[in-house]
């Protein structure tokens, strides 16, 4: 089973950080790969980075038409949209995981960054809130893969990491690989 996320839009200059963000949250919390709708070389540049380093396959993709890519993944996938106007999680999350581990399939993970086309509404399997409250895509995001994961990818590690954190109580423990 694969986690991947598509991210709605992108405005510039304004949601350079955010969705930067948004990517590296997606890989800390056990995504495969993130799907951009819009070009951003410093956003990109910025992910792979942080890959080369800190290692692992996280993927980067920018396409076209989401439209296309969310409906070829339900072929063999479940589309869960993240909205602060969907279903309560605690209420629905046991069936998604229950829906994804009776079926095998994948999973994709829609967030906005501004208003959502209703098309997205239309295609999710779930649309989903964490709280009815309007908070952060990386907020959502975050909650979501922590509470459908149980936690477990959190502490990945990767052989082909050049910097590692070892957990420490009381120090920074950082091995760093020299060239
Ligand atoms: C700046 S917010 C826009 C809020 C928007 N009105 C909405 O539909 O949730 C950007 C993204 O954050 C996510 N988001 C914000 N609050 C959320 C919540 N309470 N539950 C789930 N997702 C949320 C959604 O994916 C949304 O598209």
């Known amino acids: 089973m694969a986690i991947e996320i598509l ?3 992108h405005r510039g200059e304004r949601d350079k950080r955010i969705s930067t963000h948004v990517a590296l949250t997606s890989r800390a919390l056990g ?3 993130i799907i951009f709708t819009e070009e951003d070389k410093h956003v ?4 792979e980075r942080i890959v080369e380093a800190w290692g692992g396959e996280f993927k980067f993709e920018v396409v076209k038409s989401w439209r296309s890519y969310a409906k070829r993944f339900k072929d063999n996938g479940i589309v869960v949209h993240l909205t602060m106007y969907g279903e309560n999680i605690n ?6 995981r229950e829906d994804i581990s009776k079926t095998n399939k994948n999973l994709l993970l829609i967030i906005g960054a501004e208003k959502v086309p209703r098309e997205a509404y239309d295609l999710a399997d779930y649309n989903l809130s964490v709280g009815n409250q309007p908070h952060s895509e990386v907020a959502a995001l975050a909650i979501f893969l922590d509470r459908f994961t149980e936690g477990k990818t959190l502490y990945s590690e ?5 910097i590692k954190v070892t957990p420490s109580k009381s120090e920074k423990c950082v091995f760093v690989e020299k060239d």
Request: no cysteine; aromatic share 4%.
């Open 44 to 47: 990109k540049e910025s992910v």
């Open 91 to 96: 209420k629905i999350m046991t069936e998604i």
């Open 31 to 33: 995504a495969e790969k």
């Open 158 to 162: 990767y052989d082909d990491a050049k």
């Open 7 to 9: 991210r709605l839009g």
